[in-house]
């Protein structure tokens, strides 16, 4: 079959399912069950009507990077990196490019300890009544409460699981998201758990995640295909934003398509 057939097919089977995670979970599915060459190039096919601002793959590709990010992902989009290299699908490669990092660098950052420099200010983590540090099980209970004053404090937290947690209750707001994803210095496991939430869908969020130099290079760069064209800017003129993040973007608006009768490009 047509990679351009293949890639109408998942377009339309993956926009015809309205919930995001679904979404996200159909694409998981077609990942691990089409053959590596065919997978290849239809993904290919998808990015490139993306880069040229097509609707419909911009939005589909939302829930091929919600895929690609999710845990388990690691060996299949390392394979898919050498099949980009290899067979130069040059828009894939532009979604999954990595410098400098192994095939398991997604699963190493979500499951890694904090840097250094954020070791060196340790949060401060509640206390029970008699004063004693709260144990991991009871801070995870603690962030599925609807208290605001306590899930701020909690997104302190050094541990993915009580950020995990966080990020899934209803009295989190995109303002919470976007000073966390923002903070400096930043810590990568953290803005792991943001990526593979369903907050990585608001703009700001997206971006304030891609600008921050602690983002995993894989992840930033995955984000950054899904910027629009002022965004994209932004990113690509940041000193402190990696220089392979800096590239990618650079590259996406150097295909993004001028619109029309707006002077110097559009914001799409």
Not at 28 to 57: I, M, N
């Amino acid at each position: 079959m047509d990679r351009s057939v293949q890639a109408d097919a998942l377009v339309r089977t993956t926009l015809s399912l309205a919930d995001a995670s679904l979404r996200a979970q159909y694409v998981v599915s077609v990942l691990r069950a089409w053959p590596l060459e065919t997978l290849g190039h239809t993904l290919d096919a998808l990015c490139q009507r993306a880069e040229q601002a097509d609707a419909a793959s911009r939005e589909a590709l939302v829930a091929v990077v919600d895929a690609i990010n999710a845990l388990g992902m690691a060996d299949l989009v390392q394979r898919l990196r050498e099949q980009a290299v290899g067979e130069s699908l040059l828009a894939l490669e532009r979604l999954i490019r990595n410098r400098g990092r192994g095939a398991h660098a997604e699963e190493a950052t979500g499951e890694a300890a904090r840097s250094s420099e954020d070791s060196a200010k340790a949060p401060v983590l509640p206390r029970g009544e008699s004063g004693r540090p709260l144990t991991l099980g009871e801070r995870k209970s603690l962030a599925r409460r609807p208290d605001r004053e306590t899930i701020q404090r909690l997104l302190a937290d050094p541990h993915p699981d009580v950020i995990r947690q966080c990020l899934r209750n209803p009295r989190l707001t995109e303002d919470d998201l976007v000073s966390l994803a923002a903070k400096r210095p930043g810590r990568g496991e953290v803005l792991v758990e943001i990526a593979r939430s369903r907050w990585i869908h608001r703009p700001r969020v997206r971006l304030a995640v891609v600008l921050n130099p602690a983002t995993p290079l894989e992840l930033a760069v995955r984000i950054a295909g899904l910027l629009l064209r002022p965004e994209l800017g932004m990113v690509a003129r940041s000193p402190q934003v990696a220089a392979v993040v800096r590239a990618v973007c650079l590259e996406h608006l150097a295909r993004r398509p001028p619109v029309e009768g707006r002077a110097g490009g559009g914001v799409h």
